[in-house]
């Protein structure tokens, strides 16, 4: 149990476009999701929590006409990249918040690569 | 500034060996307490998740916390060279509140 997915795993875009990223839960519901970026050889870095019904919450320095975020139901939150640059190249990663009692857990899902030419 | 600090490592053990991981947290107030293996390219997978004071073992892992000492430590028995890669410790006040990631300690088990 507690799987996420994402998807594409991997895109190569020209810079100037869009690009969606879909993170699902696939055998839980998840109020909350995170997205997550991590350059090489760096940490992760939280870029935005994500809350089904309402709007995400940004961290500082995280543009969010750049990178909009959708949580729709409780099983698909969205990443969009906007305007792509060759800077916002990238591995994205989500994960998700599965309840069981009184003890929440997050699980992550597989990333996407992000190349943006 | 809620901080998890890490042995950024490299921390080298024999196979077959005992590793073992530390992390030190600085906000009082944690509840949720985990430890995510990230193998190079690749997103973090959960190892162990522990909420209370004490030991808890999952096979070859044991995890063990101590909130009065605001410490968290991984041990990996009988290690395999499968098991190198980067230990990230994080911890949080509840689920739905975002994780505080340690910087990761890489651990590399020698064949």
């Known amino acids: 149990g507690a799987v996420v997915s994402q998807h594409p795993s991997r895109v190569i875009c020209k810079s100037g476009t869009s690009v969606k990223i879909e993170c699902r839960s696939l055998d839980f519901q998840a109020t909350t999701m995170f997205w997550y970026r991590q350059f090489p050889k760096q940490s992760l870095m939280l870029m935005a929590t994500?809350?089904?019904?309402?709007?995400?919450?940004?961290e500082q320095g995280v543009e969010k006409d750049k990178f909009l975020i959708n949580h729709a139901s409780l099983t698909l939150s969205t990443l969009t990249v906007t305007s792509a640059h060759p800077e916002d190249s990238s591995f994205y990663i989500c994960?998700?918040?599965?309840?069981?009692?009184?003890?929440?857990?997050?699980?992550f899902g597989p990333g996407t690569r992000l190349t943006v030419l | 500034q809620k901080e998890v600090e890490q042995n950024s490592g490299p921390l080298s053990v024999p196979e077959g060996a005992i590793a073992s991981l530390n992390c030190t947290y600085s906000d009082r107030g944690s509840q949720s307490f985990f430890w995510y293996r990230q193998y190079s390219g690749k997103s973090p997978e959960l190892i162990m998740s522990i909420y209370s004071n004490g030991d808890k073992e999952d096979g070859r892992f044991t995890a063990q916390l101590n909130k009065a000492s605001q410490y968290v430590s991984l041990l990996i028995r009988d290690s395999q060279p499968s098991d190198s890669a980067t230990y990230l410790c994080a911890v949080t006040l509840s689920g739905n509140t975002p994780l505080v990631f340690g910087k990761g300690t890489r651990l590399s088990v020698i064949a």
């Open positions: 994960s998700a918040s599965h309840s069981r009692g009184s003890t929440d857990t997050q699980y």
């Open positions: 994500s809350n089904e019904g309402s709007k995400a919450t940004y």
